[in-house]
């Protein structure tokens, strides 16, 4: 068979920069015709498609067969030889009914199988508290979860329906030709910047990677979990390179391809190159790449017992991070429903597998945090499809987090821009897998095995011959793929550049926009008159013996907002169970609201990473760090997330980090130190810094309503400081200190020293030594927020 013209490589792509235009090959390629090639028609022949509502008996033996080579490769023989046995009495495809009992009657007799152990060997301890009658206990469990499992998939991946079956093929299709024209963009002069100049933008590629469109398939999704502005549905928070799972969410190609090129569109508005759109459902990726594992544990935390799940996705190089192995442990801890998905693509950039980890498969990590783990053809969608949706009813049902290792191949650079290095030179073509050249950097051997494995091509193929959809039914979809993409592509052409004060947006919910410096004599309007200072605050310390110290007014502020707002928890290390944070000060609050304080790892990046997904969702978190100098090991997740959020993509993120600090308690230099400075210029963190007893309830309280992320900062030797009690205001007052206040705390005339924290009382102290000693009147502002 010959293609027509229309199938010639960017037919509509009719400018497109890179010469010698190939079609496509009938037999191999997205345009072939209904003749699928010998390897499909042989695993045809092995895995027949069952009739409407049966499960093929051969599916189920080739489920089980991987998930026990993956996990229990030893006992193998023994299990299929039962497998055989158990199934001669059913026909090759079974009904739900007999697929119900099957599976049954098969965990029974596992269980009989290996349940018992030697006699005498069950009481023995194989380390310390551990008798090998309960290590077996739980290996046995893990094989009886491994099978049930297994039947699972096979009965979810039979389940498919033409229909979806449809939309899987069509879904990658969109994905392959969205990242086929993004190429273009960049390889083009077709957008211009307002100087003229082209502007080529800027995107990560994912052809071969299309697959990852079927995870999507049975999340809930769609405008069915969209009402009255609130969104009900599952959560994704794809890599940079799952272009597949954002589509299957309904993030549009307009939107894909105006991030990407900095033009208006969701969510950024051409504020950031990242896609996303958490108003259905789509977490926005951040840089570095691990981030987002801190973000969903807070998310899945605040989705547990909701039968809401999140899909975390991330690379096999994206795997080596810290805070990917912090906040799975985590999410495995609390059991949230999180499905991880690892796409590993043989290569993170340009460094292969081998280099980047020792295990054979990213999935045998799951087994470290007690977790299960399942490693499958990334290149299958159905596999795809059943190994995400089986992990994601498995969250629903309560039973924490599963990873899905997906093994493909990244056929294509890194970026747009890496193409060139990855093949050896800039490849001819991007709809069909391209020829790699000397001097390319991807492994030849790898490249040849997984070009074979074109995910496109052989669901098409597999389509065909399960005759439901025709070769003219494909060419449609085809068409109306590209057409669909063009159009959008031709309107981010159309589309104006963002107006040039959207770089200087809020970074704070109801915050003022940034403006440009400007020469003094290019003003066009006057100054703004100068403000009459207006405290509003009686000036000076009052203090009262009979009053409360700085830590009870820190735990009234806690005791009232948590009464008031059922939404506020607290999260940290130790700040739960019996003990009530390292210095105690927590512990009259565990009998009302032990619930609500969660003791975490100890890991500062997943406390402020969950802080941070938890108030994406609606919650009102306080997050403790043991001691401020120990915030720098979440260094990353607060400034490179957190504290962008509302810039990006104008969420709040009503989230509040208490951070014990300071010295004068010659505590050493890892207990001491004053971490306030990092962030003073740090866009899209407020910080505050009390004194004083009131002002430490007053602004914790407003820390805590407020729709941004506050660093509140109390010094740990005001704690219990008696010559500063204070008598506070009774609950009934709501109490609350505005946030951006300074306050006079002594009047004078010839000096004034500006301070906060435990330093207001060196300075007044100072002060009245100065007015005494040498007659000099001194003013001590206390700033409270810096």
Request: glycine share 8%; net charge neutral; proline share 6%.
């Amino acid at each position: 068979m010959t293609c027509s013209p229309k199938f010639v490589i960017f037919a509509s792509f009719d400018e497109f920069t890179v010469p010698d235009f190939k079609t496509f090959n009938p037999d191999e390629k997205f345009m072939a015709s209904s003749k699928p090639s010998t390897a499909s028609r042989a695993t045809s022949r092995r895995k027949r498609t069952p009739k409407s509502g049966l499960i093929s008996v051969a599916l189920l033996r080739d489920e089980l067969e991987k998930a026990l080579g993956q996990n229990d490769a030893l006992i193998i023989p023994a299990i299929l030889e039962n497998f055989h046995k158990m199934t001669k009495s059913y026909p090759a495809e079974v009904s739900l009914t007999d697929f119900k009992k099957l599976s049954s009657q098969f965990l029974r007799q596992i269980e009989r199988q290996f349940t018992h152990l030697p006699a005498g060997h069950a009481a023995a301890e194989i380390y310390p508290m551990m008798p090998l009658q309960q290590r077996h206990k739980e290996r046995l469990q893990n094989l009886i979860e491994t099978c049930r499992a297994a039947f699972e998939r096979a009965r979810i991946r039979a389940s498919l329906t033409p229909g979806e079956k449809k939309e899987i093929l069509q879904g990658m299709l969109r994905t392959r030709y969205l990242d086929a024209r993004l190429k273009k963009f960049f390889v083009s002069n077709e957008v211009k910047l307002p100087d003229g100049s082209a502007f080529q933008g800027k995107g990560f590629r994912s052809m071969g990677q299309e697959a990852i469109y079927a995870a999507g398939l049975r999340l809930r999704r769609g405008k069915a979990y969209q009402k009255n502005g609130r969104y009900t549905g599952d959560y994704v928070a794809p890599m940079i390179r799952d272009l597949g799972l954002a589509l299957a969410m309904g993030l549009q190609p307009y939107d894909v391809m105006a991030a990407q090129m900095g033009k208006p569109g969701r969510p950024t508005q051409g504020k950031d190159l990242h896609i996303g759109d958490f108003s259905i459902g789509i977490l926005p990726p951040a840089a570095p790449i691990g981030i987002s594992s801190g973000t969903t544990c807070g998310m899945g935390l605040a989705l547990k017992g909701s039968e809401q799940v999140v899909i975390n996705c991330n690379g096999d190089g994206g795997t080596s991070a810290g805070e990917w192995h912090e906040a799975i442990n985590f999410a495995a801890v609390q059991k949230m429903p999180i499905v991880y998905i690892l796409q590993n693509n043989q290569t993170a950039l340009s460094t292969p597998t081998h280099e980047q980890f020792a295990c054979s498969a990213l999935a045998q990590k799951a087994a470290g945090y007690g977790i299960r783990g399942i490693t499958i053809d990334g290149t299958d969608p159905e596999a795809v499809f059943a190994a995400v949706t089986e992990a994601a009813e498995a969250c629903r049902r309560g039973e924490g987090p599963v990873i899905v290792e997906l093994v493909c191949m990244r056929i294509c650079g890194h970026a747009h821009h890496d193409d060139m290095l990855y093949f050896g030179r800039e490849p001819d073509q991007f709809l069909e897998y391209p020829e790699i050249y000397e001097g390319g950097y991807i492994d030849s051997e790898k490249y040849a095995y997984w070009k074979q494995k074109d995910p496109i091509a052989l669901y098409r193929n597999k389509l065909f011959d399960e005759k439901i959809i025709t070769l003219a039914e494909y060419e449609k979809m085809v068409s109306g793929v590209e057409a669909e993409i063009e159009a959008a592509a031709q309107k981010v052409i159309e589309a104006a550049w963002p107006a040039e004060n959207l770089a200087g947006s809020p970074v704070f919910v109801n915050g003022q926009s940034a403006t440009h410096v400007e020469l003094l004599q290019d003003r066009a309007y006057p100054f703004p008159e100068l403000p009459t200072w207006n405290p509003g605050e009686t000036v000076g310390l009052q203090t009262d013996a009979k009053g409360k110290t700085f830590w009870q007014a820190i735990v009234e502020a806690l005791e009232e907002e948590m009464r008031r707002d059922p939404e506020v928890f607290i999260l940290g290390e130790d700040v739960g169970g019996k003990y009530g944070n390292a210095f105690v000060i927590l512990k009259s609050l565990l009998k009302e609201f032990g619930d609500r304080m969660l003791n975490t790892p100890m890991s500062e990046s997943a406390i402020i990473g969950a802080a941070t997904g938890a108030a994406l969702l609606g919650k009102r978190p306080v997050a403790e760090i043991q001691f401020n100098d120990f915030v720098a090991c979440g260094f990353n997740q607060l400034v490179n997330n957190t504290a962008k959020i509302y810039y990006r993509w104008e969420h709040s993120v009503p989230m509040t980090l208490r951070l014990p600090w300071g010295g004068l308690r010659q505590a050493g230099p890892y207990h001491s130190q004053n971490t306030e400075p990092w962030f003073y210029r740090t866009p899209g963190l407020k910080i505050v810094c009390p004194s004083t007893p009131i002002e430490a309830k007053g602004l914790l309280k407003a820390a805590i309503r407020d729709d941004n992320p506050v660093l509140f900062y109390e010094h740990i030797a005001l704690y219990r400081a008696a010559g500063i009690k204070q008598a506070l205001p009774p609950a009934a007052d709501d109490f609350v200190l505005p946030m951006g206040t300074a306050h006079l705390k002594r009047e004078g005339n010839d000096l004034s020293m500006i301070t906060y924290g435990a330093y207001v009382h060196r300075c007044l102290a100072a002060a009245e030594q100065l007015e005494k000693e040498q007659g000099i009147s001194c003013q001590v502002l206390d700033l409270r927020s810096l």
